[in-house]
């Protein structure tokens, strides 16, 4: 048995490979459900109805969804140039933190700036913040040839704790009764929201027009060039002139600010303040939702409402049957593994010999 | 001639709707050399890997010495007795050569490894087959032309009585490809059968008994090789007559790139190079030579750590692009891996040495007429594959490097003739191309050349080189000779060179 590398790819077969991955996913998590004893049919139907089944639902989903559109095309826009940025989650946090710095009450009263400037002054921080973090691992990956899995993947530990740091320390909320929470946005930054009476926010604008932004940037200008094609070959793209180092810690200062922004967009749309646990791994589900997406921005709107959904509905059945929400994170994970699978077997094929 | 060793009947193999091997039905006689000959993509190597069990067939069976071999079991093949050596060796470069021959010959279940009896026959087939070999050495300290001998005694080792050898003669200077053929001349005398692929016309007459050519897929002719000719040879190969690439009169023109002194750490010592417009040089050599520190140097992919060099008397940054934009048409060795982006389209590929300048305004690619310039240029340099938007991936190897020569050969110009470039720097063009593709490179070469551009060819293909160049010059060990007329060395001197024999530069 082995895996031939298919003569010609097909397009349809590439399209296709979500929609098998996400259905093979369902398949595969019906034996957890079995397992915890509940009804496969109606626990899913519970999760559907959760997520997608009402109005409510849909704001919710939409809600959740906003931070995880915004980690999405973070690891998009990276691993498109084969950079692969996992410290969404830290650039998450330190983008939240440096919103609060910006737009935060320090002492009772904030910055007195009019919010018309304050506002991009925050969000700009915020994306300044999870660049910054994200250049670390870029120069060591260019200079040094210090792998980015690795290097990402543990800054989330320092930003974190560094977070954690700030909200016992300089930046801690004196009316939290002793709760490691930062100060709280001043009240004239909070995104309006989108539809009365729901938490569904302005932020999803951002990141849907974001998604459409970096699609377009992928597709119609010469970085977009740059970025697919050292991603897609660096050694030809070094040949033919593409100045790949520089496009490598360019697409990483992309990355980090989008994930960064997803932390500003959660403290001004959602939560007001910043906490420990702000993300319930928002910045590791923008990697899932990326694959899912087939790496394509447009597609990682679709995907994040997907996996936002699915989330949402796991809290809303689990009140129904006796299911532990965690089922939401098999499915998720299944879904990547089931992801990863199904586009190896749209490009190779399987041979029995 | 006895009765035949191996028979292999009505072979047909299919990858997708290329049809690889089509009903091919081969004897091969004990104690012969059966050269298998034909263009890249004829299917020799399908037909081995079968008769090998690394594929299996669609249909056909193969009986070896009388029993019916099983498909797609190399286990069983080696245990009938065919063994292979591969074109790229499969050594373990820090193991010793006994190592090696070892390796995979005992079950892993033993507890204790029986080296000394090893040993003993290793040195006493070797001694067999007058095959000289130092079992403690380690492989990678070894010539090329040792490591096959490695590699051919470790069939040997293990009892082969049919040998298939996979173009072994692509890595070979002259002097070591005739160590090899005595090799398998004395193999032959022992009772031994060898299946020698190539495509090289001269060394299958000198080697062979009989040759069987392949041509799309389809067994064309087995025919005794004192009754073949090579014009013969090549027809049936090609399947027409060929049409000779002609050299046209070159004007020399001025120096227009010159390297002084250049070296490379580990790679290339102090080599001097006058390249002038309008001729074509060659740098022979047996790959690893320092070919490939000289390739980037000229490319614009590194800079020297020693010496300087000019393009029309001005030092050159490493910088592609800045190598582009003086004028320097690049084809770099490895199409697959640095001349295309695989997974690119063909008109990105197209447009990829200048997508900045001018195929691009305010940072926006300017798609229209990016489109129809690489249209225009598929079609000028006859880039046949499923249009510009297919993946570049999906052209065969010389519609690559059609496009990527043409690419180089056209820069920006908005026709193709308009641009003439400085310099060309060719890195082994015709590598792996069928006949027709080399033709077609050789006289794209040839024709920019009479335009006026200088063209410095780096090639391990002596037949290309003495049928191209001006000046040939030899590089061994990162060392270079001058660059002399070709009329002025002869084939035995080349192949000296190459193997490092000439170290003084004015000995001839």
């Given at each position: 048995?082995?895996?031939?590398?298919?003569?010609?790819?097909?397009?349809?077969?590439?399209?296709?490979?979500?929609?098998?991955?996400?259905?093979?996913?369902?398949?595969?998590?019906?034996?957890?459900?079995?397992?915890?004893?509940?009804?496969?049919?109606?626990?899913?139907?519970?999760?559907?109805?959760?997520?997608?089944?009402?109005?409510?639902?849909?704001?919710?989903?939409?809600?959740?969804?906003?931070?995880?559109?915004?980690?999405?095309?973070?690891?998009?826009?990276?691993?498109?140039?084969?950079?692969?940025?996992?410290?969404?989650?830290?650039?998450?946090?330190?983008?939240?933190?440096?919103?609060?710095?910006?737009?935060?009450?320090?002492?009772?009263?904030?910055?007195?700036?009019?919010?018309?400037?304050?506002?991009?002054?925050?969000?700009?921080?915020?994306?300044?913040?999870?660049?910054?973090?994200?250049?670390?691992?870029?120069?060591?990956?260019?200079?040094?040839?210090?792998?980015?899995?690795?290097?990402?993947?543990?800054?989330?530990?320092?930003?974190?704790?560094?977070?954690?740091?700030?909200?016992?320390?300089?930046?801690?909320?004196?009316?939290?009764?002793?709760?490691?929470?930062?100060?709280?946005?001043?009240?004239?930054?909070?995104?309006?929201?989108?539809?009365?009476?729901?938490?569904?926010?302005?932020?999803?604008?951002y990141a849907i027009a974001l998604a459409v932004l970096l699609w377009g940037l992928f597709r119609y200008t010469t970085f977009g060039?740059?970025?697919?094609?050292?991603?897609?070959?660096?050694?030809?793209?070094?040949?033919?002139?593409?100045?790949?180092?520089?496009?490598?810690?360019?697409?990483?200062?992309?990355?980090?600010?989008?994930?960064?922004?997803?932390?500003?967009?959660?403290?001004?749309?959602?939560?007001?303040?910043?906490?420990?646990?702000?993300?319930?791994g928002y910045g590791y589900s923008g990697i899932v939702i990326a694959m899912l997406a087939g790496l394509n921005p447009l597609g990682v709107?679709?995907?994040?409402?997907?996996?936002?959904?699915?989330?949402?509905?796991?809290?809303?059945?689990?009140?129904?049957?006796?299911?532990?929400?965690?089922?939401?994170?098999?499915?998720?994970?299944?879904?990547?593994?089931?992801?990863?699978?199904?586009?190896?077997?749209?490009?190779?094929?399987?041979?029995?010999? | 001639?006895?009765?035949?060793?191996?028979?292999?009947?009505?072979?047909?193999?299919?990858?997708?709707?290329?049809?690889?091997?089509?009903?091919?039905?081969?004897?091969?006689?004990?104690?012969?050399?059966?050269?298998?000959?034909?263009?890249?993509?004829?299917?020799?190597?399908?037909?081995?890997?079968?008769?090998?069990?690394?594929?299996?067939?669609?249909?056909?069976?193969?009986?070896?010495?009388?029993?019916?071999?099983?498909?797609?079991?190399?286990?069983?093949?080696?245990?009938?007795?065919?063994?292979?050596?591969?074109?790229?060796?499969?050594?373990?470069?820090?193991?010793?050569?006994?190592?090696?021959?070892?390796?995979?010959?005992?079950?892993?279940?033993?507890?204790?490894?029986?080296?000394?009896?090893?040993?003993?026959?290793?040195?006493?087939?070797?001694?067999?087959?007058?095959?000289?070999?130092?079992?403690?050495?380690?492989?990678?300290?070894?010539?090329?032309?040792?490591?096959?001998?490695?590699?051919?005694?470790?069939?040997?080792?293990?009892?082969?009585?049919?040998?298939?050898?996979?173009?072994?003669?692509?890595?070979?200077?002259?002097?070591?490809?005739?160590?090899?053929?005595?090799?398998?001349?004395?193999?032959?005398?022992?009772?031994?059968?060898?299946?020698?692929?190539?495509?090289?016309?001269?060394?299958?007459?000198?080697?062979?008994?009989?040759?069987?050519?392949?041509?799309?897929?389809?067994?064309?002719?087995?025919?005794?090789?004192?009754?073949?000719?090579?014009?013969?040879?090549?027809?049936?190969?090609?399947?027409?007559?060929?049409?000779?690439?002609?050299?046209?009169?070159?004007?020399?023109?001025?120096?227009?790139?010159?390297?002084?002194?250049?070296?490379?750490?580990?790679?290339?010592?102090?080599?001097?190079?006058?390249?002038?417009?309008?001729?074509?040089?060659?740098?022979?050599?047996?790959?690893?030579?320092?070919?490939?520190?000289?390739?980037?140097?000229?490319?614009?992919?590194?800079?020297?750590?020693?010496?300087?060099?000019?393009?029309?008397?001005?030092?050159?940054?490493?910088?592609?692009?800045?190598?582009?934009?003086?004028?320097?048409?690049?084809?770099?060795?490895?199409?697959?891996?640095?001349?295309?982006?695989?997974?690119?389209?063909?008109?990105?590929?197209?447009?990829?040495?200048?997508?900045?300048?001018?195929?691009?305004?305010?940072?926006?690619?300017?798609?229209?007429?990016?489109?129809?310039?690489?249209?225009?240029?598929?079609?000028?340099?006859?880039?046949?594959?499923?249009?510009?938007?297919?993946?570049?991936?999906?052209?065969?190897?010389?519609?690559?490097?059609?496009?990527?020569?043409?690419?180089?050969?056209?820069?920006?110009?908005?026709?193709?003739?308009?641009?003439?470039?400085?310099?060309?720097?060719?890195?082994?063009?015709?590598?792996?191309?069928?006949?027709?593709?080399?033709?077609?490179?050789?006289?794209?070469?040839?024709?920019?050349?009479?335009?006026?551009?200088?063209?410095?060819?780096?090639?391990?293909?002596?037949?290309?080189?003495?049928?191209?160049?001006?000046?040939?010059?030899?590089?061994?060990?990162?060392?270079?000779?001058?660059?002399?007329?070709?009329?002025?060395?002869?084939?035995?001197?080349?192949?000296?060179?190459?193997?490092?024999?000439?170290?003084?530069?004015?000995?001839?």
């Amino acid at each position: 048995m082995r895996l031939e590398a298919r003569a010609e790819l097909s397009r349809s077969m590439l399209v296709a490979a979500p929609f098998v991955a996400i259905a093979a996913t369902l398949a595969i998590a019906a034996a957890f459900v079995a397992w915890a004893g509940a009804p496969v049919g109606r626990t899913y139907a519970l999760i559907f109805d959760g997520g997608f089944g009402s109005r409510f639902a849909w704001s919710e989903t939409l809600t959740r969804a906003t931070p995880l559109i915004l980690t999405g095309l973070a690891a998009a826009v990276a691993f498109r140039a084969r950079l692969y940025n996992i410290g969404a989650e830290g650039q998450l946090y330190v983008g939240a933190l440096a919103a609060i710095a910006v737009g935060g009450l320090h002492g009772g009263t904030g910055f007195e700036l009019p919010a018309a400037v304050l506002h991009p002054a925050m969000l700009v921080a915020a994306m300044a913040a999870g660049a910054l973090l994200m250049l670390v691992p870029a120069l060591l990956k260019t200079r040094l040839g210090v792998d980015e899995v690795v290097t990402t993947l543990l800054l989330n530990f320092i930003a974190l704790l560094f977070v954690s740091m700030m909200l016992d320390g300089p930046m801690k909320d004196p009316m939290a009764m002793g709760w490691p929470q930062s100060v709280a946005l001043q009240d004239t930054l909070e995104l309006a929201k989108l539809i009365e009476r729901t938490r569904v926010h302005t932020g999803l604008l951002y990141a849907i027009a974001l998604a459409v932004l970096l699609w377009g940037l992928f597709r119609y200008t010469t970085f977009g060039f740059e970025a697919r094609a050292v991603g897609a070959n660096a050694r030809a793209a070094a040949f033919a002139g593409v100045p790949v180092q520089r496009t490598v810690v360019v697409v990483a200062l992309l990355s980090g600010a989008l994930a960064g922004l997803a932390g500003a967009i959660e403290v001004a749309g959602r939560t007001g303040y910043v906490t420990l646990d702000m993300s319930p791994g928002y910045g590791y589900s923008g990697i899932v939702i990326a694959m899912l997406a087939g790496l394509n921005p447009l597609g990682v709107v679709a995907a994040a409402i997907f996996v936002a959904g699915i989330l949402v509905g796991a809290d809303s059945m689990s009140r129904g049957v006796a299911v532990p929400t965690y089922i939401a994170d098999v499915i998720v994970s299944v879904a990547l593994l089931s992801m990863l699978v199904a586009t190896a077997f749209a490009r190779y094929r399987l041979r029995w010999n | 001639m006895t009765s035949p060793v191996l028979r292999m009947t009505g072979i047909t193999k299919r990858f997708g709707a290329l049809v690889a091997n089509d009903a091919i039905t081969l004897d091969v006689n004990g104690g012969e050399v059966l050269a298998l000959l034909g263009e890249n993509g004829a299917g020799k190597s399908t037909l081995v890997s079968i008769l090998f069990g690394h594929y299996v067939a669609d249909a056909g069976t193969i009986e070896a010495f009388g029993q019916p071999l099983p498909p797609g079991d190399p286990a069983a093949a080696l245990a009938a007795g065919i063994g292979m050596v591969h074109q790229h060796f499969t050594l373990a470069e820090n193991l010793s050569v006994l190592d090696n021959i070892m390796l995979g010959t005992e079950s892993l279940w033993r507890p204790i490894s029986a080296r000394r009896a090893a040993r003993a026959r290793l040195q006493d087939t070797a001694q067999r087959f007058g095959l000289a070999v130092a079992p403690d050495a380690r492989v990678g300290d070894l010539s090329v032309g040792e490591r096959q001998r490695v590699e051919i005694l470790k069939a040997l080792f293990r009892d082969a009585r049919v040998l298939i050898l996979d173009e072994p003669t692509a890595v070979l200077t002259p002097q070591e490809s005739e160590s090899l053929f005595a090799t398998l001349k004395h193999l032959v005398a022992q009772g031994l059968s060898v299946i020698f692929i190539s495509h090289k016309l001269d060394e299958v007459l000198r080697v062979s008994d009989r040759i069987a050519v392949l041509r799309g897929g389809r067994m064309v002719a087995t025919l005794p090789a004192r009754d073949a000719g090579k014009n013969k040879l090549a027809e049936l190969m090609v399947g027409r007559p060929l049409a000779r690439t002609l050299a046209k009169p070159h004007l020399r023109g001025d120096v227009v790139c010159e390297l002084r002194g250049v070296g490379v750490t580990g790679a290339l010592h102090d080599v001097s190079l006058a390249l002038r417009a309008g001729e074509i040089v060659a740098v022979a050599g047996v790959s690893g030579n320092g070919q490939a520190a000289l390739a980037d140097v000229l490319c614009g992919l590194r800079a020297p750590d020693a010496g300087s060099v000019a393009l029309e008397g001005i030092t050159m940054r490493a910088e592609p692009r800045a190598w582009i934009g003086a004028g320097v048409a690049r084809v770099p060795e490895d199409r697959h891996a640095v001349g295309v982006i695989g997974d690119l389209p063909v008109w990105e590929n197209a447009i990829a040495e200048h997508y900045r300048k001018p195929f691009a305004s305010a940072g926006l690619v300017r798609r229209a007429s990016s489109r129809a310039y690489a249209r225009r240029l598929v079609e000028r340099y006859d880039v046949r594959g499923a249009g510009i938007d297919a993946p570049a991936r999906s052209l065969s190897g010389g519609n690559m490097q059609k496009l990527i020569l043409g690419r180089a050969l056209t820069g920006a110009a908005a026709r193709a003739d308009d641009y003439v470039p400085v310099l060309i720097v060719a890195n082994q063009p015709t590598w792996g191309l069928d006949i027709g593709a080399v033709g077609y490179v050789h006289q794209q070469l040839l024709d920019a050349c009479a335009r006026g551009s200088a063209v410095l060819l780096i090639s391990e293909d002596l037949d290309e080189i003495l049928q191209l160049a001006d000046r040939i010059a030899v590089i061994h060990a990162g060392r270079l000779t001058p660059a002399r007329p070709a009329r002025e060395w002869t084939l035995p001197a080349i192949g000296l060179a190459m193997a490092g024999a000439i170290e003084s530069p004015h000995a001839a």
